[in-house]
């Protein structure tokens, strides 16, 4: 199956302070990659949709300002977490799938699992 | 936007038992996945199976779309096989389902 691999695997930071979360596909091209957030104990939501040389498209309630999303290239898509503040703490999943079809099989990183002191 | 049920919410097993999780969703899907997420929290494609059935060693599954449900499969079932199993559906985007926390004890 196709690779997509996340880093950090896992960070801590300051309240206030901004995290940049990186996703890429290592064995494909991805024009569209999909951000997920994950609480303890309970299922994935899906947060936005990354856009190649676009705008993400954000899911409703999802805070734009607060996790801004850039998709610079082919293979890599960023997620920071601007002025995190302890409910931002959660663990952040991307998924991309390789060229094809639009509802082909997603493949999923290994997630990020932020915490904010 | 579209719901996803699984049941049961969770699932005791002795080791070597046989289990059926359920997913039923609200709407025609082009895609249906099933994940294992593991304790470090990785999911781990099972199943790309919007229709039809399919069969990887002990797990199989079985999708009919038509009735807008799907089935997971565990046969002899192993220690191993503990953690959550999610199903996904949707076509471009997936929505998950609350998922199914299976223990299976030696």
């Known amino acids: 199956g196709a690779v997509v691999s996340q880093h950090p695997s896992w960070v801590i930071c300051k309240s206030g302070t901004s995290v940049k979360i990186e996703c890429r596909s290592l064995?494909?091209?991805?024009?569209?990659m999909f951000w997920y957030r994950q609480f303890p104990k309970q299922s994935l939501m899906l947060m936005a949709t990354?856009?190649?040389?676009?705008?993400?498209?954000?899911e409703q309630g999802v805070e734009k300002d607060k996790f801004l999303i850039n998709h610079a290239s082919l293979t890599l898509s960023t997620l920071t977490v601007t002025s995190a503040h302890p409910e931002d703490s959660s663990f952040y999943i991307c998924s991309a799938r390789p060229p094809g079809t639009n509802t082909g099989e997603l493949f999923f990183g290994e997630g990020s699992r932020l915490t904010v002191l | 936007g579209i719901q996803v049920e699984q049941s049961p919410p969770d699932l005791i097993l002795q080791e070597g038992a046989n289990s059926t999780l359920r997913c039923n969703f609200s709407?025609?899907?082009?895609?249906l996945q099933w994940f294992h997420q593991n304790p470090w929290g990785q999911l781990i494609n099972l199943f790309y199976i919007p229709s039809g059935t399919k069969q990887n060693g002990r797990l199989s599954a079985t999708t009919v779309a038509t009735e807008r449900y799907s089935l997971l499969y565990i046969s002899s079932s192993q220690t191993t096989d503990s953690g959550v199993y999610f199903c996904?559906?949707?076509?471009?985007?997936?929505?998950f389902g609350a998922g199914t926390t299976v223990t299976v004890r030696a």
């Open positions: 990354s856009n190649e040389g676009s705008k993400a498209t954000y």
């Open positions: 996904a559906v949707g076509g471009y985007k997936l929505s």
């Open positions: 709407d025609s899907v082009n895609n």
């Open positions: 064995d494909f091209q991805a024009t569209t």
